[in-house]
């Protein structure tokens, strides 16, 4: 167990639908990531969070956003959804800040999402 | 363009023998190369990781090769057990850019055969 805790764990939705997804990071970890992962893209990095600010966007959709609170939880919004969107979505947090010479990411077990 | 190619995709080794996952990058920027372990239904766990100022790093059965000038790393696992069957992920990141998103290699599905 990371340590990091996703809900739910699997959504099932429709084309056209708006969901969201939540993550609530490990004890004092202050940066946030999300990951895609899909059997034809492989595992790609979302978006970044740092102690409630965005760091970093990396092959993120329009239709998708994200944020992160002063509670450091985060949660993910998906809408417009497309049956391309089916995909598991994780969450990782790490204790080292954006820079660092090690950075160690922890990943939750995820949410998997059907888009019927 | 896939900047961390790894090899193979799938590997079947008996018990007790080496396993060994090779990834080549291409961004010579990068400067932390981690390992993740998959299993069915969990996220990637952390395995082991290494920086380019050293060649090899070992962690109980697990060691990491590196070969900057080749731009080339790789994953050893030795005495192979059947609980090691998994898919294994390299990954890249270049740290000094304020962006720590994680680049990924495919994957490698391996079976360790009792």
């Known amino acids: 167990d990371s340590g990091v805790t996703q809900t739910p764990k699997h959504l099932i939705t429709a084309t056209g639908q708006r969901v969201t997804l939540r993550c609530s990071p490990r004890?004092?970890?202050?940066?946030v990531y999300w990951y895609q992962q899909s059997l034809d893209q492989g595992l790609q990095f979302l978006i970044q969070?740092?102690?409630?600010?965005?760091?970093a966007k990396g092959n993120i959709l329009e239709r998708f956003s994200a944020q992160q609170f002063p509670d450091l939880h985060s949660e993910l919004n998906l809408s417009s959804l497309e049956l391309g969107d089916s995909a598991l979505y994780f969450c990782?947090?790490?204790?080292?800040?954006?820079?660092?010479?090690?950075?160690?990411?922890?990943f939750g077990p995820g949410t998997r999402l059907t888009v019927l | 363009q896939q900047q961390v190619k790894q090899s193979p995709q799938s590997l079947i080794v008996q018990k007790g023998g080496i396993s060994i996952i090779n990834c080549a990058y291409e961004?010579?920027?990068?400067?932390?190369f981690p390992w993740y372990q998959q299993f069915p239904g969990k996220g990637p766990a952390l395995l082991i990781a290494?920086?380019?100022?050293?060649s090899e790093k070992k962690e109980g059965r697990f060691t990491i090769s590196f070969n900057k000038s080749a731009k080339q790393f790789s994953l050893h696992i030795m005495d192979s057990q059947p609980g090691d069957s998994a898919t294994y992920f390299c990954?890249?990141?270049?740290?000094?850019?304020?962006?720590?998103?994680?680049?990924f290699g495919k994957g490698t599905h391996l079976i360790i055969q009792p």
């Open positions: 969070y740092y102690n409630g600010e965005e760091r």
């Open positions: 290494i920086r380019p100022d050293v």
């Open positions: 961004n010579t920027a990068f400067d932390y």
């Open positions: 990954a890249a990141l270049y740290s000094g850019g304020g962006a720590d998103g994680l680049t």
């Open positions: 004890s004092g970890d202050l940066s």
């Open positions: 990782a947090s790490s204790p080292n800040p954006p820079g660092s010479s090690y950075n160690e990411q922890f």
